[in-house]
């Protein structure tokens, strides 16, 4: 039984972006295989995390690039599940409590369908906007540093 499935509600037509979250529900996968298997979740958790943090890293470089706002509601969100995401793993490690583990698992399988088709199809939509290219880092549009692109009411 998989943690999440991949639908085509999640493909945002960017390349990159499409490739990076289906590795990232492919990886979420595989933790909660490991986690059903009963056997040790922690390097299967270790690798999502990993790739968690270089795929919020891709996209806030394309967001700098795009002229998005140093803290916006998008970038916010990813530092707090990282920080969700380190904490988990500190209590695996040092706590050898697993049980924040299951907790995320169900937790980053519900919020990241929402988040990808809200935070991330706003940042392609401006992408493609600004004739921004992530294959090259040419964009076309030049843009006013910290102008706002969330498309959130939510963000100051």
């Known amino acids: 039984m998989s943690t999440l499935a991949w639908t085509e509600s999640l493909v945002l037509n960017q390349p990159a972006l499409d490739t990076t979250h289906q590795e990232f529900v492919g990886l979420l996968n595989a933790f909660g295989a490991a986690l059903d298997g009963g056997g040790d979740a922690l390097p299967a958790y270790q690798a999502l995390l990993a790739h968690t943090e270089a795929h919020f890293a891709m996209e806030e470089d394309w967001m700098a690039r795009c002229g998005f706002e140093a803290q916006n ?23 050898n409590d697993r049980e924040p583990l299951n907790i995320l698992r169900t937790e980053l399988a ?11 199809a706003a940042l392609v939509f401006t992408m493609e906007q600004r004739g921004f290219d992530p294959a090259t880092d040419e964009c076309r549009e030049a843009v006013a540093a910290g102008s706002h692109s969330c498309s959130s009411g939510s963000c100051g």
């Open 110 to 120: 519900g919020w990241f369908p929402q988040h990808a088709e809200m935070m991330d």
């Open 73 to 95: 509601c998008h970038a916010s969100q990813h530092a707090m599940v990282l920080k969700v995401m380190r904490e988990a793993l500190r209590y695996a490690d040092e706590l």
